[in-house]
């Protein structure tokens, strides 16, 4: 939220619904962001794809390289093991 606070000083004389958007869509960035970069979480095409577009919709594609080197080199959940193993992905 960091960006958020040296924006606000830019955001004091804006119309307080522009002001929700703005912090709600910087919310729903960093929510996407820590969903995908959890150890836990795999990242499949669909969800890479999906992040990228919203990424495009809310105009704040700073993330998207990154997150195509995670696509890249995440390891990968091993199906139907329990407790969950993963093994290298194989970019």
Avoid: C, W
């Avoid at 004091?12 to 929510?31: G, W």
């Avoid at 995908?36 to 990228?52: C, D, E, G, Q, W």
């Avoid at 577009?53 to 329990?82: C, V």
């Amino acid at each position: 939220m960091l960006e958020a606070a040296i924006l606000q000083p830019a955001l004091a004389n804006q119309n307080p619904s522009i002001i929700y958007v703005f912090f709600a869509l910087l919310h729903i960035h960093e929510l996407a962001y820590t969903l995908v970069k959890h150890p836990t979480v795999f990242l499949s095409a669909n969800v890479l794809r999906l992040y990228v577009q919203l990424h495009a919709l809310i105009r704040r594609p700073q993330s998207i390289p990154e997150i195509f080197h995670l696509f890249a080199t995440k390891d990968m959940p091993i199906p139907g093991s329990n407790p969950p193993k993963y093994k290298k992905s194989n970019p």
